[in-house]
């Protein structure tokens, strides 16, 4: 008995050929749609690995990041009213994206209301604490402003 029962005996390019030509000789209804099929997902497997081969190899460009300048010399009530408009800008911006998610979540189907309205409570009695907060060290910064001047004076 021999071990090399269980291996299909070597095949030659000139039969694997004429075994080819012999099938698309052959009248088959399915021959060309598989045909076309298994092409097709050749390349597409093919166009994966080169687009996979082209992504994150390109050398990123420098990005440049623009920051604001303050005058050192501004009082801390500038920049706590500065903080108060950042604030302000922001949740507007937040509220925007927000209303933009819930068309996305209107198109989907998927249920929002009940958590927007538990969340916009909890965002708002967020905002409200901050904004205390901020006007307590805005009053303070104040105050230090105008007893400032009156302590230099002799």
Same mark, same amino acid.
């Given at each position: 008995?021999? !071990? ?12 694997? $050929? ?15 749609? /598989? /045909? ?31 920051? +604001? ?11 706590? $009213?500065? +903080?108060?408009?950042? /604030? ?5 911006? $937040? +509220? ?5 998610? +819930? ?10 209301? !009940? ?10 009695? !967020? ?6 907060? /901020?006007?307590?060290? $805005? ?16």
């Amino acid at each position: 008995m021999s !071990a090399m029962t269980i291996f299909p005996r070597p095949v030659s390019p000139k039969s694997a $050929l004429s075994d080819l030509w012999s099938y698309f000789r052959e009248n088959r209804p399915h021959k060309w749609p /598989l /045909l076309g099929l298994s092409a097709a997902m050749t390349w597409l497997i093919i166009w994966a690995f080169i687009v996979d081969a082209n992504t994150n190899t390109m050398p990123t460009r420098n990005q440049i990041i623009y920051v +604001q300048s303050w005058d050192a010399n501004r009082s801390d009530a500038a920049v706590i $009213l500065q +903080q108060k408009m950042d /604030l302000a800008r922001r949740e507007a911006a $937040l +509220q925007k994206r927000q209303r933009e998610m +819930q068309g996305v979540a209107d198109v989907f189907g998927i249920d929002w209301r !009940a958590e927007e309205a538990r969340n916009t409570a909890r965002r708002k009695e !967020a905002l409200k604490q901050i904004n205390a907060q /901020l006007d307590a060290r $805005l009053a303070k910064a104040e105050e230090a402003e105008k007893s400032a001047p009156e302590m230099g004076q002799p």
